[in-house]
C-alpha cells in the first residue's frame, strides 16, 4: 500500500519510538476494512514495537492507538492517509512516549484538565488543515486521561457526517465544538485554560520582539537573531496565513512546495537561532513606555522590548451579509481545498473574480456538479491564463456586475441573492454551498488604535518600515504593502528586522 519512497521514510521516523505500541483494529467486509488492515499490518511489519489485534471499537473501520498497558484514548475511524498519514505517525511516536515539542507550560495546561472530555473531529483525506486539529487533539488524549479523541472520515461515515458541510469538524461531549483550524492554545482557550502569565512576566527585556509567525515574522525573528540581538516571537502558529495555502509555485528556487510544508520548513529554520519562540500566544495591546515597548499577551502577561516588528497577517474577509454567519459550516465556506470534496455532485457558487475565486472555481470544477463564479464588477481581475481555463470548463458560469446580497438556506445553504449592478434587477441562483473568496482583512484590531492604519485597517509603513510608534517596525501583509505575497513579506520581515537594528543602534 505504501510506496517505497514513503516505506523508507516511515521506517527511519519509527525507529524513534520509545516503547511498544498496540493498534486495536475494528474490521468487517468492507473494502475500506481491507485498505485498513493492510495498512496497519504493513506498518506493524517495520517495527518491532507495535503490534496489532482485533476487537469491536464503536466504528468499523477503526483502530485506537494505545500502550500495551494503557488506554490513551486516541482512535482513527477510517483509513489515514493522505493528509491524515501524518497525524498516524506521529501519534505512534508519542503514545510510545516520544517527547512532544510544545513547551511545558503548554502541557502543565492539558494536564490541569480535570473533567471528561471526549472529542470527535470529521475530516476529509484532502483537507490540509484538519491533520492540526487531530494532532491537537491526540496530543492532549495521549497526556491526559480525561480527554479522548477520534478521528472521523466524513467520506467514510457518511451518515454521521451528513450535516457537516465544512471541515474539520469538532465535537465536544456530544455538542458542536469548533470548526476549521484550531491550535492547542485555540482548544485550551475555549475550554477556559490560559498559561500562567508568571511564566511570561519574569523574562528579561528584548532587544527585537516580533508579533505574528507567518514568513515576514520568521524573516524578522532569523535576521535579529543574526544580529546578536536578544530576540522573541510571540505566535498563534508559526506559518501563519500559509499554513492555509494548498500549493506554492512562486516561491524562487523552490520549484513546488504546499503551505504546511513551508511551514514546517520555517518553523525548523528559526528553531536553528536563539529566538525565544512563545509559541500558541497572541498579543492584545501594545504601548510606549519609559521602560520601553510593553506588549500584553492574551493571558494578561506583559513583556518588554527596546523594539519591537508587528508581522500579524491577515485573516480570510467575510462578505457580512444575511445568512452568512448563520450558515457558515453548513454550506458557506472559505477553503475549496479542504471543503470542496464534502459538495462532490451539488451546485456551488464562488464569490469573487481574483485568482483566489478563479482557483477556487477551477478547482472545484473537477468534483462538483456546477460552478458559478459571482463577481461584482465588469471584469475579472484573476490573471488571464486562469480565466482561460476557466472558459474551458463546460461546467462554470461566470457572472459578472453581480452583487452578493444574501445567503439562503434554514438549516444548510440553498440560494445565493445577488443585485445586478447595471439593472438594479435581484436575481437568485439555487446552490447548496457558497465558497467566499474575496480577499484578506489585515489582523490589527488588537492593536486598539496604539499605530496609524488606513481605512482598511493596514498598518502604514514608510520605506523603512518603521510605523508611527517609535521603535515599533511592521512587516507583510498587515501593512499597506500593495502586494501580498509570501516572497515579499520574507524580504519585508528582513528590512524591518536590519531597520529595528539600526533603531537600538541610534537610540
Request: contains cysteine.
Amino acid at each position: 500500500m505504501l510506496n517505497k519512497e514513503l516505506k523508507s521514510q516511515l521506517s527511519q521516523l519509527l525507529e524513534l519510538m520509545e516503547g511498544d505500541v498496540v493498534l486495536t483494529a475494528s474490521y468487517d467486509d468492507s473494502d475500506k476494512s481491507k485498505e485498513l488492515k493492510e495498512l496497519l499490518d504493513e506498518i506493524a511489519d517495520m517495527s518491532s514495537h507495535i503490534t496489532v489485534k482485533e476487537d469491536t471499537l464503536q466504528r468499523t473501520p477503526s483502530f485506537s492507538v494505545d500502550r500495551p498497558d494503557a488506554h490513551t484514548g486516541v482512535v482513527f475511524a477510517g483509513v489515514p492517509l493522505g493528509h491524515e498519514f501524518n497525524s498516524l505517525v506521529l501519534a505512534l511516536l508519542q503514545v510510545s512516549g516520544r517527547p512532544p515539542k510544545e513547551e511545558q507550560s503548554v502541557i502543565d495546561q492539558i494536564k490541569a484538565l480535570d473533567r471528561p472530555l471526549h472529542f470527535e473531529t470529521f475530516i476529509s483525506l484532502s483537507c490540509h488543515k484538519c491533520p492540526d486539529v487531530v494532532q491537537a487533539l491526540n496530543l492532549m488524549s495521549i497526556l491526559n486521561p480525561n480527554i479522548t479523541h477520534t478521528m472521523i472520515d466524513g467520506a467514510i461515515f457518511r451518515e454521521e457526517s451528513e450535516d457537516i458541510m465544512a471541515v474539520p469538524a469538532v465535537f465536544l461531549n456530544g455538542e458542536e465544538f469548533g470548526n476549521g483550524r484550531l491550535s492547542i492554545s485555540d482548544i485550551l482557550g475555549m475550554l477556559g485554560s490560559k498559561a500562567d502569565p508568571a511564566e511570561f512576566n519574569d523574562k528579561e527585556p528584548f532587544d527585537v520582539l516580533v508579533i505574528g509567525g507567518g514568513p515576514a515574522s520568521g524573516s524578522a525573528a532569523i535576521y535579529a537573531a543574526r544580529k546578536g540581538l536578544r530576540t522573541g516571537i510571540v505566535a498563534d502558529r508559526i506559518g501563519g496565513q500559509v499554513n492555509e495555502t494548498a500549493g506554492i509555485e512562486n516561491f524562487i528556487t523552490v520549484k513546488e512546495t504546499t503551505g504546511p510544508e513551508f511551514s514546517a520548513a520555517l518553523e525548523q529554520h528559526v528553531e536553528a537561532y536563539d529566538i525565544d519562540v512563545m509559541d500558541g500566544m497572541r498579543a492584545s495591546n501594545i504601548e510606549k513606555t519609559d521602560d520601553g515597548i510593553v506588549v500584553t499577551l492574551d493571558n494578561d502577561a506583559k513583556l518588554t522590548s527596546k523594539t519591537v516588528v508587528i508581522s500579524t497577517g491577515a485573516r480570510f474577509r467575510n462578505l457580512n451579509i444575511p445568512g452568512e454567519d448563520e450558515l457558515r459550516n453548513k454550506g458557506v465556506a472559505y477553503c475549496p481545498h479542504c471543503d470542496g470534496p464534502l459538495f462532490k455532485g451539488k451546485d456551488v457558487a464562488v464569490v469573487g473574480g481574483g485568482n483566489s475565486g478563479a482557483e477556487a472555481a477551477i478547482d472545484l470544477a473537477g468534483i462538483i456538479n456546477h460552478v458559478t463564479l459571482v463577481e461584482y464588477k465588469d471584469f475579472l481581475r484573476a490573471d488571464e491564463i486562469l480565466q482561460e481555463r476557466l472558459r474551458e470548463l463546460p461546467n462554470v458560469e461566470i457572472l459578472k456586475n453581480a452583487q452578493s446580497s444574501e445567503i439562503l438556506g434554514d438549516s444548510h445553504v440553498t440560494g445565493l441573492k445577488y443585485e445586478d449592478n447595471k439593472t438594479g434587477e435581484t436575481h437568485q441562483i439555487d446552490v447548496e454551498g457558497v465558497f467566499v473568496q474575496i480577499g484578506l482583512l489585515p489582523n490589527t484590531e488588537w492593536l486598539q488604535g496604539a499605530v496609524e492604519t488606513n481605512k482598511q485597517g493596514e498598518i502604514l509603513i514608510d520605506r523603512n518600515h518603521a510605523t508611527s510608534m517609535p521603535g515599533v517596525f511592521a512587516a507583510g501583509d498587515v501593512t499597506d504593502e500593495h502586494y501580498k505575497q509570501i516572497i515579499i513579506a520574507m524580504g519585508a520581515g528582513a528590512s524591518a528586522a536590519l531597520s529595528a537594528f539600526d533603531y537600538i543602534i541610534r537610540n
